[in-house]
Nanobody, 126 residues
Framework: QVQLVESGGGLVQAGASLRLSCAASGRTFDNYGMGWFLQNPVKEREVVAT????????YYSDSVKGRFTISRDIVKNTVYLQMASLQPEDTAVYYCAARKYGSVGGDFTVGGMHYWGKGTLVTVSS
C-alpha cells in the first residue's frame, strides 16, 4: 500500500524556520515528481513547491519564493520542505503529493497528483 506521511509541522513564532518531511513507502518514488501543497480556511488547496521526478527542476509559488526550499533524498524515499522566515499567512495544513513523471509546472495540479499524504499543520504566531 502506497503511503505518504508528512511530519515536522508545529507551532512557531514569526521569523522562525521549520523543515517538513514526507516519507514515502509502499513503492519507490524515484520516477515521481513531488509537490507540497497548502490549505487553510481562506485558501483552497494550492501548490507551494514542486520538484521534478528527475530532481532537475523546482518550482515555487510567488508567496514562498526565496524563503522555502524543496529537496528530495532518493535513497531515503523522502522529500523535504525547508521553510524559513515564516509568517502568520503561512499558517496552513501542508500536504505532500506525488505524480508519476511529474516534471513541468502544469503537471502539479491538485487534480493531477496520484498520491496524497494526510497533511501536517503549521501554525505561525505573530
Amino acid at each position: 500500500q502506497v503511503q505518504l506521511v508528512e511530519s515536522g509541522g508545529g507551532l512557531v513564532q514569526a521569523g522562525a524556520s521549520l523543515r517538513l518531511s514526507c516519507a514515502a513507502s509502499g513503492r519507490t518514488f524515484d520516477n515521481y515528481g513531488m509537490g507540497w501543497f497548502l490549505q487553510n480556511p481562506v485558501k483552497e488547496r494550492e501548490v507551494v513547491a514542486t520538484i521534478s521526478w528527475s530532481g532537475a527542476s523546482t518550482y515555487y509559488s510567488d508567496s514562498v519564493k526565496g524563503r522555502f526550499t524543496i529537496s528530495r533524498d532518493i535513497v531515503k524515499n523522502t522529500v523535504y520542505l525547508q521553510m524559513a522566515s515564516l509568517q502568520p499567512e503561512d499558517t496552513a495544513v501542508y500536504y505532500c503529493a506525488a505524480r508519476k513523471y511529474g516534471s513541468v509546472g502544469g503537471d502539479f495540479t491538485v487534480g493531477g497528483m496520484h498520491y496524497w499524504g494526510k497533511g501536517t499543520l503549521v501554525t505561525v504566531s505573530s
